[in-house]
């Protein structure tokens, strides 16, 4: 079958090729797929993938598997967005679930805690690069830069949850939209995505509406109750059957409940689950939130696959009556299905009525709030990854109502100091990629590891 001139098989070769390419956060991964999907193979033109972006930007989740999601669905139909969505994840799904099988078997074995010991320098640096690079894009006047302030305080300093940020940031930003406050005037999201302009009129979809993408109620509320009964019903069914405080139950609830306000992608909502993933649950420790991320950077796939290593440790240590092992694995896919279904249902719900949602300047100034927002957000991550990577002593300090760790200077980490700055300079100051300076670091971890253990 083809549909716009594009065999079905076609298609599923060329989303293979951008799942298998998909490293380096939501900036790269777009920029590949806008590479190969528009530049290259032209089903779309330049207008029509902004227009998708700009949505997918407005929704929880992650951005760059909703975008590969809709224009699967512009292609090809409902099945052209699960191929695309599922492939986009699949790659990841994989790679995460083998390290993790690796961590939890080997995790005392010299080389591989030298190679987390690495990439957790790497990531900590990378993660300070994001806070810098979106904050660039984000905070265009003083108004931005106060909500970013006001948010980094109310999470590090006070512990306000990340929902209740998003939702009060979102509901400013929607006030300035609607009452035309220059200051919540939206702007670009990803800068240019590439030097060349395909006109929609130029493209295989070609500049017309097709028929299934035009608003169709009956169908969006059929295909609704289709994936929330997919989402939703084996969350039911583990809470009632197992009861709330099963390990299960839990992670359904959580995962399920983060799939709705993660906004500001993948960094953002990580300090939510660190914080209660780490503080709330205890389903894992701080180092191991930072090894989850060192998968997920040097892995292909959308970064909050983090969270399919984090249910993963969380089953491994409540397995109940089940084996380690087949518990663990069950946590982590549990995890992930309840994170990724959503994003089919905000796709194949609301895409058909995009240009309404994109033309509505209160929703687009909610959007810019938030993601002020997600910039403070990002920095409390960067502050909360470094003091445990760095330092061995936090002491607890309570002032004026806050409550935060002040690192212990006598219990630096001089050897991940060290590997922290080298990451640094070789970010910043050379301009290397996160890739090779993943790689560079894990090889440093393996080969201090392996020093200290002659």
Not at 109 to 117: A, D, I, R, S
Not at 232 to 252: E, M, T
Not at 296 to 324: C, D, H, K, N
Request: glycine residues 10%; charged residues 10%; contains cysteine.
């Amino acid at each position: 079958m083809k549909d716009h001139g594009v065999p079905f098989s076609e298609a599923m070769k060329v989303w293979a090729r951008v799942a298998a390419l998909s490293f380096g956060g939501p900036a790269g991964q777009i920029a590949v797929m806008h590479r190969i999907v528009v530049e290259e193979k032209k089903w779309i033109g330049e207008q029509r993938f902004l227009q998708a972006l700009n949505y997918c930007t407005l929704l929880p989740g992650p951005e760059a598997q909703q975008l590969a999601t809709y224009i699967g669905w512009l292609m090809h139909r409902t099945r052209g967005g699960l191929l695309a969505g599922t492939l986009f994840v699949l790659p990841g799904l994989l790679a995460i679930m083998a390290l993790s099988w690796v961590y939890v078997l080997l995790g005392q074995v010299t080389l591989v805690q030298g190679l987390f010991f690495g990439l957790k320098a790497a990531v900590l640096v990378i993660v300070i690069e994001t806070v810098l690079r979106v904050g660039k894009r984000a905070l265009r006047n003083n108004v931005m830069r106060g909500i970013a302030a006001a948010a980094f305080v109310a999470i590090f300093f006070y512990h306000v949850p990340f929902p209740l940020i998003i939702v009060a940031t979102g509901a400013l930003g929607w006030l300035g939209g609607r009452l035309g406050w220059a200051a919540f005037r939206s702007g670009g999201g990803h800068g240019t995505l590439g030097a060349k302009q395909l006109a929609d009129a130029d493209s295989l979809l070609g500049e017309e509406t097709p028929a299934h993408a035009r608003p169709n109620l009956r169908w969006s509320l059929s295909i609704t109750a289709v994936f929330l009964a997919l989402w939703l019903v084996p969350v039911a069914i583990l809470y009632v059957g197992l009861g709330g405080g099963n390990v299960f139950a839990q992670i359904a609830v959580f995962f399920s409940k983060m799939a709705v306000v993660t906004f500001g992608g993948a960094y953002a909502v990580l300090a939510y689950v660190a914080q209660q993933a780490v503080e709330n649950y205890q389903w894992v420790k701080a180092g191991e939130m930072l090894d989850g991320l060192g998968m997920a950077e040097s892995t292909p796939g959308p970064l909050i696959m983090v969270t399919q290593f984090v249910g993963f440790l969380a089953a491994w240590r409540e397995p109940g009556a089940l084996p380690p092992l087949l518990a663990a694995t069950l946590g982590g896919l549990l995890t992930t299905w309840v994170t990724f279904v959503p994003c089919f249902l905000w796709i194949f719900f609301g895409a058909p009525f995009v240009e309404a949602l994109r033309s509505n300047k209160a929703l687009a100034a909610a959007l810019a709030a938030i993601t002020a927002a997600v910039v403070g957000v990002i920095l409390n991550l960067a502050m909360w990854f470094g003091l445990q990577v760095l330092f061995s002593d936090l002491e607890p300090v309570a002032f004026l109502g806050a409550a935060f760790d002040l690192p212990v200077l006598g219990s630096a980490n001089l050897p991940a100091l060290a590997l922290a700055a080298a990451c640094a300079v070789a970010i910043f100051r050379f301009k290397f990629g996160m890739i090779p300076v993943l790689l560079a670091s894990a090889l440093a971890g393996i080969v201090y590891a392996l020093f200290l253990s002659a």
